[in-house]
């Protein structure tokens, strides 16, 4: 048994700087909400099972299933980790998995670690819990399969984000990178949506006290019905349009000013990614860089604190 | 098929000067590193060589052989695939055009530069990691990166995750050799149902694996509890940096800034 990367990693290199340190900022930000709310809601009890639980996750990952012509569908785990555990501790736990496969297997890369924890951690954990969290008082069998259609759109919208993020870094052309990821991740989001349902169901039937709607209420706000549902829609909009007009998306983002050089991606505010009075040097990208993370932080954290007010 | 431990460990123990390095020297090294080649400008060819140098250099004082990160690089090579379209930026001058489907594509020069840059990086980067976890024990990675002000609720989850990725992998084993045991099939015929009934399968599996695992995690709690568990992990190993520690992070340094100096100075 060996392990197979998958194609949601990114590894290192194939993002640009401004792209991974925009995205290591979310999900730091994140994290550390996650970390906070953990830390307040749920005793030290909480650590070794989020650990176990994370190890569930690498370890399910292997329980492939036979496709056809020697492919395997593949789980990723985290609507599912979301939906059992709770947003937060969902978060933690895909972190977890994703730092492990990036340091010991080199499956993602380290600077790149932001974007693929942003992708397939908190990303699946907003629509998995979001849209799981609109259903809580319903019947199993809805409850079950809002879940699969959770866990199907938040592959989509993993590989859609991921799409975009190398798009953005100028790795990739749009029109081509946008179909072949989104049609590649319909299918196995499949795969995704079966897995979790099935595994749903099972857990309903031998522990039902696990998902409880009480206990799944306080694991995570009504904000989190806001978030998967806005993302949900997003995702739901973007991906044909996407994929259907890839050269709109284009002249969108032309019409904006992104694409001046085709390359460097949506920084005008900071010409040409560099810093004017330090020139064109590696200092004045860094300084670039470093601006950029740091008011996409800023913003974070007042959104952050407008939201822990109102709840 | 049991597995063990060392099917997932990607540690060589070995005596070597980067062996005994301080596991935070290496871990903030290998991450500098990669920002480094993050920051290179597409075809900086000498920066890019010279940091291909720095790894050959780690290799040969890790006592590891000089191509032993060279031989492993290769994983990241599917994603590649990715780049591929980096090939027809319309930025560039066309070199040759070509029909692929309902797409008119031109392979330009700009193009040619930026995959191979792509590339060129990421296969930088991946050499670095792999040298990282061959001479590290991933406790001292997890140890340093508490060490370097990684939250120790994450470093925590992630030293049980480790912990346990053997347990749980073995629990897998089982399950799969127990469906394999029960999905007998005839010569000429088809085995099992439909995709559909085979993902379904499989998604028990994971409900059942999922209800193994959370049951341990009780049992481990309680467990720990009785040995006197507070909330936080202790270790014998103090990691005190050592004058050669600070010595090898000097260098690497020095050696990061002179490559960006060649990279970006022409």
């Given at each position: 048994?060996?392990?197979?990367?998958?194609?949601?990693?990114?590894?290192?290199?194939?993002?640009?700087?401004?792209?991974?340190?925009?995205?290591?900022?979310?999900?730091?930000?994140?994290?550390?909400?996650?970390?906070?709310?953990?830390?307040?809601?749920?005793?030290?009890?909480?650590?070794?099972?989020?650990?176990?639980?994370?190890?569930?996750?690498?370890?399910?990952?292997?329980?492939?299933?036979?496709?056809?012509?020697?492919?395997?569908?593949?789980?990723?785990?985290?609507?599912?980790?979301?939906?059992?555990?709770?947003?937060?501790?969902?978060?933690?736990?895909?972190?977890?998995?994703?730092?492990v496969q990036a340091l010991l297997f080199q499956d993602g890369g380290l600077l790149v670690m932001g974007a693929n924890i942003f992708n397939m951690g908190i990303l699946t954990a907003m629509i998995g819990f979001g849209l799981y969290r609109t259903v809580l008082t319903a019947?199993?069998?809805?409850?079950?399969?809002?879940?699969?259609?959770?866990?199907?759109?938040?592959?989509?919208?993993?590989?859609?984000?991921?799409?975009?993020?190398?798009?953005?870094?100028?790795?990739?052309?749009?029109?081509?990178?946008?179909?072949?990821?989104?049609?590649?991740?319909?299918?196995?989001?499949?795969?995704?949506?079966?897995?979790?349902?099935?595994?749903?169901a099972f857990i309903e039937q031998t522990r039902p006290d696990l998902l409880n709607a009480e206990k799944s209420a306080g694991q995570g706000g009504r904000g989190w019905i806001f978030a998967g549902v806005a993302v949900s829609l997003l995702a739901v909009l973007l991906s044909p349009l996407a994929s259907a007009d890839p050269d709109g998306l284009e002249r969108v983002a032309e019409d904006f000013g992104f694409l001046e050089k085709g390359l460097s991606a949506p920084y005008n505010i900071i010409p040409d990614y560099t810093v004017p009075?330090?020139?064109?040097?590696?200092?004045?990208?860094?300084?670039?860089?470093?601006?950029?993370?740091?008011?996409?932080?800023?913003?974070?954290?007042?959104?952050?604190?407008s939201l822990r007010k109102s709840s | 098929m049991s597995l063990h431990a060392n099917a997932f460990d990607r540690y060589h123990a070995a005596d070597s000067r980067i062996h005994r390095l301080d596991p935070r020297v290496k871990v903030l090294v290998t991450a500098l590193y990669i920002l480094s080649n993050a920051l290179l400008p597409d075809g900086a060819w000498l920066a890019f060589g010279a940091a291909w140098l720095v790894v050959l250099v780690a290799n040969d004082l890790s006592?590891?052989?000089?191509?032993?990160?060279?031989?492993?690089?290769?994983?990241?090579?599917?994603?590649?695939?990715?780049?591929?379209?980096?090939?027809?930026?319309?930025?560039?001058?066309?070199?040759?055009?070509?029909?692929?489907?309902w797409m008119d594509l031109a392979v330009t020069d700009f193009g040619i530069l930026r995959f191979v840059s792509i590339l060129v990086r990421s296969w930088l980067s991946v050499q670095?990691?792999?040298?990282?976890?061959?001479?590290?024990?991933?406790?001292?990675?997890?140890?340093?990166?508490?060490?370097?002000?990684?939250?120790?609720?994450?470093?925590?989850?992630?030293?049980?995750?480790?912990?346990?990725?053997?347990?749980?992998?073995?629990?897998?084993?089982?399950?799969?050799?127990?469906?394999?045991?029960?999905?007998?099939?005839?010569?000429?015929?088809?085995?099992?149902?439909?995709?559909?009934?085979?993902?379904?399968?499989?998604?028990?599996?994971?409900?059942?694996l999922f209800i193994r695992s959370y049951e341990r995690s009780d049992r481990i709690y309680n467990a720990m509890l009785s040995r006197g568990y507070t909330g936080h992990i202790r270790t014998l190993n103090p990691h005190v940096m050592k004058p050669t520690d600070w010595r090898m992070l000097a260098f690497a340094l020095a050696a990061l800034v002179l490559i960006q100096l060649v990279g970006w100075i022409r």
């Open positions: 048994m060996h392990y197979s990367p998958a194609y949601l990693h990114i590894p290192d290199g194939f993002l640009n700087l401004v792209i991974s340190l925009i995205f290591w900022a979310l999900t730091a930000v994140s994290v550390g909400f996650a970390i906070s709310k953990t830390n307040k809601s749920l005793g030290e009890k909480q650590v070794p099972l989020m650990g176990v639980m994370a190890a569930f996750i690498f370890a399910a990952q292997m329980l492939n299933f036979p496709v056809a012509g020697g492919t395997s569908g593949h789980f990723l785990g985290g609507a599912l980790a979301a939906i059992v555990l709770g947003p937060w501790a969902g978060i933690l736990v895909m972190t977890a998995v994703i730092a019947n199993k069998g809805v409850r079950v399969g809002v879940a699969g259609v959770a866990a199907w759109l938040s592959t989509v919208a993993s590989a859609l984000l991921t799409a975009l993020q190398l798009w953005l870094s100028g790795t990739s052309r749009l029109e081509i990178v946008m179909p072949a990821m989104l049609g590649v991740h319909v299918l196995i989001g499949l795969g995704e949506a079966i897995i979790t349902v099935a595994a749903l009075f330090l020139g064109e040097t590696a200092l004045s990208t860094i300084v670039a860089g470093v601006i950029g993370a740091l008011v996409v932080l800023g913003l974070m954290i007042l959104v952050g604190r | 006592s590891l052989g000089l191509w032993y990160t060279l031989r492993r690089s290769f994983l990241a090579l599917p994603f590649a695939l990715a780049a591929v379209s980096a090939l027809f930026s319309p930025l560039g001058e066309p070199l040759a055009a070509f029909r692929f489907l670095m990691a792999i040298l990282l976890v061959a001479t590290t024990p991933f406790p001292d990675i997890i140890h340093a990166l508490e060490h370097l002000r990684v939250p120790r609720i994450l470093t925590t989850i992630i030293a049980f995750l480790y912990r346990y990725l053997f347990v749980l992998v073995d629990e897998v084993m089982r399950l799969l050799r127990a469906r394999e045991a029960r999905s007998a099939g005839l010569p000429g015929h088809r085995r099992g149902g439909s995709l559909f009934w085979r993902a379904q399968v499989a998604g028990s599996m994971a409900g059942q």
